[in-house]
């Protein structure tokens, strides 16, 4: 993701890993509220 990845093929059922992607998206300020990481 930190090199340009913009999509994927992943299991959505893969806790660990949405949260991953999610952190991300705050980290790399994609979101404008940081309250979606908490619709997890």
């Known amino acids: 993701m930190m090199q ?3 999509s994927a ?3 959505p ?3 660990r890993l949405m ?3 999610k952190s991300c998206d705050v980290i790399k300020n ?6 979606s990481y908490l619709e997890l």
């Open 4 to 6: 340009g990845l913009t």
């Open 9 to 11: 093929i992943v299991n």
């Open 13 to 15: 059922n893969d806790l």
């Open 19 to 21: 949260e991953t992607i």
């Open 30 to 35: 994609n979101t404008l509220y940081a309250d």
